[in-house]
């Protein structure tokens, strides 16, 4: 599977002893992507038995403590580690100052660059691309400015179909990357042989969009549409939302509209308020309007349902 | 015991899944002093059952993030909690940049008054004083500037002798603090009965000393000299003597000189180089010179030998 998110901790507010704040390790086409980095992200990092050296791309949704304030200590223990390839940290105006003045004031030895790309824009925008992965900003609605991400694969090639192609000598090897790429094969007599002949349907491309901090925000709907896992915050239960307004969170049913709306392949609730003890009310709330919603788990691994299953799902 | 240290973390520069970085509790006469601050500290306070309320000094030996990323965290829980006392902080000058700076991006709500007392001073001072505890500086010789800190209860009241105080009717209640304060008692008739028939000795003062990060340093050795427990770092065995001067700590061997020539109580180690796996060889260095040596674990518990105990060891 080219897509598998790592829930490194999801809890709101205030660190507890057994359940983290919001961080998440999101491997997605051989990239590692952190997204978001509460205290003590770096030792679930370790419980989670990630590879440090492999990440390269930091992604913060927002300002507030519990979503940030583990990343000094990660970024000083990457220099402890002797971390030499730059590290590029997306986050909101604000970020680089609020890095670069604990550095500062640490007086730590920076053994590689660290790249900021401060975010400020309201709409959606794409901020990283490369051959394989886009990453989009899901403009979210808090109480400080706040971005979710979605993380998606680009289509990939076509797959030669080998038997196909063993029945035409005239393709040689040299061809193949023209028929991953969806072109027909022109022969040297002039025959053409249609790409759809010789190739199959390539593996899926999956995505993954992560919404929180926020209000219910319906209007994200069109950049997370289809997306194969969504998580989405779910603070409170319906009965509070009144509260949920004023403190710029969603409640669970809302989360599960969002998700339907998108026709999400899965939906990961989380960032839930520290005065429900027993989680399975959120999932009273939201299995009704969203069927395939799940609880996350401290360290929980999760991958998208295999494409057949999500197909008959989505029909 | 009116004195209780418990170690919150001690492990140096990158927290571990199973050790966390420097930090400790100290209960001394009903104060709780938080000692540094690494990350993650107020997680280990919960593990600790510490009452967050109660804190309301902490203490930073130096700016470096293993002993102050997790201040800001614990400050903003603080304000989660609702904590409406002042909370004073004392630290390297540049602390008050370095926190507010954090809160500001964070845009906390700050439900409290934060005093920083920021410290420059080379030489040892008194830096808290109140009706039962005393701290004072113990400049240390680190990378960056850096202090311990010396708590030391007051001298207690002497303790009424009740018994012979009531073969003396004339002796009324309103009396007794006179003779707790070592004052002779004078009757209206004018005969005086010395203080030392009416009252006996008071209760043992304790002290406890915290020395981290630093390179050895005999001349601190006066500032401490006859402390109940001595917390002192021990990064390094002798072996790895030029390592310890290059990155400013100290081998066990020379904490347990500074224990021995201080005349310490007990000596704790701590801060240890990640590169030991069985701690032990620390211990077989330090107790050659220092036998009242003792290896600290996560969440332990000290308190001084008892009183008679402790005479014996120092006879």
New interface residues.
Partial sequence: MSLKLTILGFNS?????RSAPTAQLLEIANRHFLIDCG??T??QL??AKAKFSKINHIFISH????H???L??LI??LQ??GKETPLYIFGPK??Q??IL??LK????RCTFDIVFEELENKKTEKIFEDDKVEVHTIPLNH??YTNGYLFKEKPKKRKLNIDAVKNHPEIQVCDYENLKCGKDFQSENGTTISNAELTLEPEKSFSYAFCSDTRFKPDIVPIIKNVDILYHEATFLSDLQEMADYTGHSTAKEAAMIAKEANAGKLILGHFSNRYKDLNVMLDEAKPIFENTILPTQLGVYEPEIHAIKMDIKT
């Fill in positions: 507010a205030i660190p507890k002893k205290e003590g770096q030792v370790r419980k300002l507030h403590g519990d940030v304030f583990g000094i200590g000083s223990t402890l580690l604000g970020i100052d609020f003045n604990q004031h640490t007086q730590a109480r400080i």
